[in-house]
Antibody, heavy 119, light 112 residues
Framework: EVQLVESGGGLVQPGGCLRLSCAASGFTVSNNYMNWVRQAPGKGPEWVSVLYDDGSTFYADSVKGRFTISRDNSKNTLYLQINNLRVEDTAVYYC?????????????WGKGTTVTVSS | DIVMTQSPESLTVSLGERATINCKSSQSVLHSSNNKNCLAWYQQRPGQPPKLLIYWASSRESGVPDRFSGSGSGTDFTLSISSLQAEDVAVYYC????????FGGGTKVEIK
């Protein structure tokens, strides 16, 4: 079964950092375009970052310079390092796969991990 | 970035009746490589991640009931639920995946 399971969220003070993980099963992370998408309470989803199969990375302007996406092929796991957290980063963070690269939407999503930034 | 605007924000429909959701993009989402519209629709029930219903504006994802259909081209798109069922209560989002992915603000569908 194709599955994504996120972990690593929590309550953090402004300026703090977190590393989110997304463990995949049923498919190979390194062969797909893997994304992080976040959803603030009561809002629509917001794309955050993508890691292509060739290793290229892209970020939303709102997180550029603070977030870093990476993967560990041996663990079939995607990561998101989040630094200098802001209150507006509070959201559920999902990892999601684009099954056919740039010509497909995100078809598999994890259940998400919650990040709360508050003093 | 391409801005996606959905209407209405909420919709109340009787069981068995038709629900129609609209989505407008700030620029064309026609993909240059295949001349298809890179527009998808998702369903999100409370506490759940978004679930892919429709892609390429009108292609139904495997396992999605045929009461869900998508239409439109260029900048104007529609999701229709032909006969609303109780399990269709959810928030629906349109999503473009031509460039940097963006999502609409959502339409909440409830039972009258």
């Amino acid at each position: 079964e194709v599955q994504l399971v996120e972990s690593g969220g929590g309550l953090v003070q402004p300026g703090g950092c977190l590393r989110l993980s997304c463990a995949a099963s049923g498919f190979t992370v390194s062969n797909n375009y893997m994304n992080w998408v976040r959803q603030a309470p009561g809002k629509g989803p917001e794309w955050v970052s993508v890691l292509y199969d060739d290793g290229s990375t892209f970020y939303a302007d709102s997180v550029k310079g603070r977030f870093t996406i990476s993967r560990d092929n041996s663990k079939n796991t995607l990561y998101l390092q989040i630094n200098n957290l802001r209150v507006e980063d509070t959201a559920v963070y999902y990892c999601a796969r684009r099954r056919d690269g740039s010509t497909s939407p995100m078809d598999v999503w994890g259940k998400g991990t919650t990040v709360t930034v508050s003093s | 970035d391409i801005v996606m605007t959905q209407s209405p924000e909420s919709l109340t429909v009787s069981l068995g009746e038709r629900a129609t959701i609209n989505c407008k993009s700030s620029q064309s989402v026609l993909h240059s490589s295949n001349n298809k519209n890179c527009l998808a629709w998702y369903q999100q029930r409370p506490g759940q991640p978004p679930k892919l219903l429709i892609y390429w504006a009108s292609s139904r994802e495997s396992g999605v009931p045929d009461r869900f259909s998508g239409s439109g081209s260029g900048t104007d798109f529609t999701l229709s639920i032909s006969s609303l069922q109780a399990e269709d209560v959810a928030v629906y989002y349109c999503h473009q995946y031509c460039g940097a992915p963006t999502f609409g603000g959502g339409t909440k569908v409830e039972i009258k």
